[in-house]
């Protein structure tokens, strides 16, 4: 679980959340988000370290649709809901993650980026191509100071 806090203008590249599902809820401000699902999925993607053939074809779920505050959460799931999703800040804004189960590479969760090139003749369709990590990314962690955090473990 994180809260991802973007200025304004800032991009969250587009990338997937393989195996899992994942609520997001915008807290403040205003996102532009483009999300995708995997057609076929890139073989290498997930099972190799090689970025040879790491492609494959995905539908397009959302194009550049902005969630502004206050909006019900989203919900992506491992096959629908746009597994992979890049966010564009409209204006500064925070976006709560639950994750589960968390990204964990050693157990084939690992986090995978993509660039994606538009199909002309195939409206609403991109080849999304495995890329590595955005030289221009930065992401800056801190531990959560709040309330304590309580699991009732009969409801789980
Ligand atoms: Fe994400």
Redesign the pocket.
């Known amino acids: 679980m994180g809260v991802f806090c973007f200025p304004a203008g800032a991009t969250?590249p587009l990338?997937d959340?393989p195996h899992m599902v994942?609520l997001s809820k915008v807290l403040y401000g205003s996102v532009s988000t483009r999300s995708y699902d995997w057609v076929t999925t890139p073989v290498s993607a997930s099972h190799s370290k090689s970025m040879d053939d790491a492609d494959g074809l995905a539908r397009m779920v959302m194009d550049n649709q902005v969630l502004e505050a206050p909006c019900k959460a989203s919900v992506l799931f491992p096959r629908s809901g746009g597994n992979l999703?890049s966010f564009t800040s409209v204006t500064p804004c925070a976006i709560l993650?639950v994750l589960a189960p968390p990204y964990a590479e050693e157990l084939g969760r690992p986090s995978t980026y993509f660039s994606e090139m538009r199909i002309p003749s195939l409206s609403g369709f991109a080849i999304l191509e495995e890329r590595e990590v955005p030289d221009d990314l930065v992401v800056n962690g801190a531990p959560y100071l709040g309330p304590e955090i309580a699991i009732d473990a009969d409801l789980c």
């Open positions: 969250l990338h959340h994942v999703h993650d």
